[in-house]
């Protein structure tokens, strides 16, 4: 972002110090120390990843729309969560985002998309992370057999009505924060019938 001069917008901190304090193939943590707008001092612990997709694949079922869901065990939280589709390529990070759409689809629940339309972005955790998210909304869709990565390996894929993902989003069912904010952007978009 930038001011209206085409500065970067420092929000008005500065950063007086900053190092690496751990890193591994998929997360950077820096630890900067900072001045804040108000003249004071503090630490900033930031977590630094790379872009990442998320993508709702929206299908035609016998009785009407369904979206197509993966289940996976979330170590961090101890808990399988209900998910869309989602990742990033950590071993290639600059790689367009669409083809990152398309391959982690395919790969998580098998599926190829005739079509992807770009939603928009979002930030996931935007006071101590980087990370950065496009949303896509994947029609076309046929069926062919997933191609899990090893830490995957207990991943399964779910079609459900889009009237189950409804309801599983009032229950309760759907924690992931990404999850939401996708079919909200989408939804928003008037992409969902």
């Not at 929000?11 to 707008?37: A, H, K, M």
């Not at 900033?44 to 998320?54: H, K």
């Not at 990565?149 to 993902?165: F, Q, R, W, Y």
């Amino acid at each position: 972002m930038s001011d209206d001069m085409g500065r970067p917008d420092t929000g008005g901190f500065v950063t007086l110090s900053s190092r690496i304090v751990y890193e591994n193939p998929w997360t950077r943590l820096r630890e900067d120390i900072i001045r804040r707008p108000d003249g004071g001092e503090g630490l900033y612990g930031v977590v630094e990843r790379s872009e990442f997709v998320v993508v709702l694949p929206l299908g035609n079922g016998p009785e009407g729309p369904t979206v197509t869901l993966v289940r996976q065990y979330r170590y961090p939280v101890r808990a399988r969560l209900w998910e869309l589709p989602m990742g990033m390529w950590e071993h290639r990070p600059d790689t367009d985002p669409e083809i990152v759409a398309h391959g982690e689809l395919e790969e998580e629940t098998g599926l190829r998309a005739f079509a992807l339309r770009h939603a928009g972005t979002l930030y996931q955790g935007a006071g101590y992370s980087t990370q950065r998210g496009h949303v896509y909304l994947a029609t076309g869709l046929t069926q062919g057999p997933p191609r899990r990565e090893a830490t995957e390996g207990d991943m399964t894929s779910h079609t459900v009505p889009l009237a189950e993902l409804e309801r599983m989003i009032r229950d309760g069912e759907i924690t992931c924060m990404v999850t939401l904010a996708a079919v909200a952007l989408v939804r928003a978009r008037g992409w969902i019938p």
